[in-house]
């Protein structure tokens, strides 16, 4: 029943605009403050005591997919979520729309002053902070507070319980860090960081992300004909060799996607290569010095080849048994790079039946309903994923167009097979024949 009510918000939500009667009380609690008040800090902090969270950011533009989102993890049964906002407005907007309980927003001035001296573009700047502090933030939960955090994307729909699911699988309980796959091995929008036992790795990973992020933040936006050597003034190991006529745009080179694959790759490998920046740079014009040039020229950045890592295919039929190939995790030890030889810890690229992909969910989906029409299977609905991630769907104003048609009489639960699902719809989106 909560799912269908979900699924009814998605298309009920633009008729919201935002507003709430006068008599309506709210009994959710958001307290105004910057997160950079190491009050405001210990107040959010202490307002989990599970010392779980889901994590997500945004503005007031996608105002609307945050209401989505946080409606999407409560009918599934997740307690407690932090919306990191990029100012109290926003808050204070989504208070005025829903029940918040379980829910805290906030709002950060973590280097807002870098955007606002350097006069940065939208994508440099606004967003370029959001990329920073999500994942600045998630790395002082995790490390920090030992808080088992899910950092995820707004254009994410969740099917079941995350938090249930990792803590309840024998096999999955015990990764410190499971995140989507994506070519070469991350994404950067869905990332799961277990609490417990500090781990050299997990720390290594998070904190390198946004220190990353922050070094190189800002650089694109204030670069047109030519990249100046102070982007580089915070790594060592890198300098500029050539420049390009072709001015960097956007924030690809800059932001959390390109820096957590980076990352992990170094971490994998059990030292600094810098072979993801490389590549972001490469395509750009630019040739920088890495410590081996020839290991970045050999991993196929398109179908996830990554030479000398070692992979261990990982299975977990209690999320969903399944035979296909896509449904085969790989995990494999992370060291911290900046200490070769140190301790290592265990981290999962997790499987299409775990963190799915749109398309692949709709695939799986379609050969259950089969299935279950051809027995008559009335019995509630196994999902073929944690959940989905339109991450595949282009363009983006698209999404929402995907979004609807998921609201099917399969999705919602009601097994009526003389009723035409959506499918031959959402496929002829994705092959743009619509």
């Known amino acids: 029943m909560k799912f269908v009510l979900y699924c009814l918000f998605i298309v009920g939500a633009p008729a919201l605009r935002f507003q709430k009667s006068q008599s309506q009380r709210t009994t959710g609690n958001i307290d105004s403050g910057n997160l950079e008040d190491p009050n405001v800090w210990s107040h959010l902090v202490a307002s989990f005591p599970e010392k779980e969270v889901v994590l997500m950011a945004g503005s007031i533009e996608v105002m609307l997919d945050i209401v989505r ?26 208070n005025g729309v829903m029940d918040m309980t379980g829910v805290q927003c906030r709002w950060s001035s973590f280097r807002d002053e870098q955007g606002v001296q350097a006069g940065l573009n939208d994508c440099e700047g606004k967003t370029g902070r959001i990329y920073l502090q999500r994942k600045y933030y998630m790395a002082r939960l995790a490390v920090d507070h030992e808080f088992s955090v899910m950092g995820t994307d707004l254009d994410v729909v969740y099917v079941k319980n995350p938090f249930e699911v990792f803590k309840g699988s024998p096999t999955l309980n015990q990764y410190e860090m499971i ?62 060799l050539a420049s390009s006529e072709a001015g960097v745009r956007g924030c690809g080179w800059g932001e959390e996607q390109s820096m957590l694959q980076n990352t992990v790759l170094d971490a994998a490998f059990g030292h600094i290569t810098n072979c993801h920046v490389w590549k972001e740079m490469h395509v750009r014009g630019w040739d920088l010095p890495v410590p081996n040039k020839k290991l970045c020229e050999d991993i196929d950045w398109e179908n996830k080849g990554v030479p000398n890592v070692t992979f261990t295919k990982v299975r977990d039929p209690s ?3 399944s035979d296909s190939v896509d449904d085969v995790g790989k995990s494999f030890q992370v060291y911290d790079a900046a200490t070769p030889g140190g301790p290592a810890n265990t981290v999962l690229q997790a499987s299409q039946n775990l963190l799915s992909y749109s398309q692949n969910f709709v695939v799986e989906l379609e050969k259950l309903h089969a299935k279950r029409c051809a027995s008559h299977d009335t019995s509630p ?27 099917s009489k399969i999705i919602l639960g009601d097994h009526d097979c003389n009723t035409p699902s959506n499918f031959e719809k959402l496929s002829c989106i994705w092959d743009r024949a619509c």
């Not at 407690?80 to 907007?93: E, G, I, K, S, Y």
């Open 69 to 94: 989102t946080v409606s999407n993890l409560k009918s599934v049964g997740v307690k407690n979520m932090f919306v990191l906002a990029d100012r109290q407005d926003t808050c204070d907007q989504i």
């Open 179 to 240: 995140f989507q796959s994506d070519n070469p091995v991350a994404n950067g929008g869905i990332v799961y960081a277990r609490k417990g036992p500090k781990s050299p790795g997990t720390a290594f990973i998070l904190n390198r992300v946004w220190q990353g992020i922050d070094n190189f933040r800002g650089e694109a936006g204030l670069t047109r004909n030519g990249m100046s050597n102070s982007v580089f003034k915070k790594q060592p190991n890198l300098k500029v």
């Open 319 to 321: 999320v969903f048994k």
């Open 381 to 407: 609905i196994q999902y073929p994923a944690v959940m989905f991630h339109m991450a595949d769907v282009f363009p983006k104003d698209l999404r929402s167009t995907v979004l609807e048609n998921y609201g």
